[in-house]
Nanobody, 113 residues
């Protein structure tokens, strides 16, 4: 059983930056982030495979950067130029080679002046 521990959410003003981190307890192939707002489905933000293949939602391209430390099984999401519409609960996601999907507990990101 893989456990995911997230950190880094919070309140930031529009145009500001935040960095999310997520550490996995086991061996993982793909890691990434999804987000969800009340009444909406969880949506992809960005994912990154062990071989550095990334995938971003169109809404965050050019503003968010996903990176990964394979030795530490940790994925990071650098979020710049944040907008109010980025406000959501961000969930860490991981998939192993089985494949089995795992989710973190979620961290709140609020972009507001």
């Amino acid at each position: 059983q893989v456990q995911l521990v997230e950190s880094g959410g919070g309140l930031v003003q529009p145009g500001g930056s935040l960095k999310l981190s997520c550490a996995a307890s086991g061996s993982i192939f793909t890691m990434g982030w999804y987000r969800q707002t009340p009444g909406k489905q969880r949506e992809l933000v960005a994912t990154l495979t062990q071989f550095s293949i990334s995938n971003y939602a169109d809404s965050v391209k050019g503003r968010f950067t996903i990176s990964r430390d394979n030795a530490k099984n940790t994925v990071y999401l650098q979020m710049n130029s944040l907008k109010p519409e980025d406000t959501a609960v961000y969930y860490c996601y991981a998939r192993n080679v089985a494949p089995v999907d795992y989710w973190g507990q979620g961290t709140q990101v609020t972009v507001s002046s």
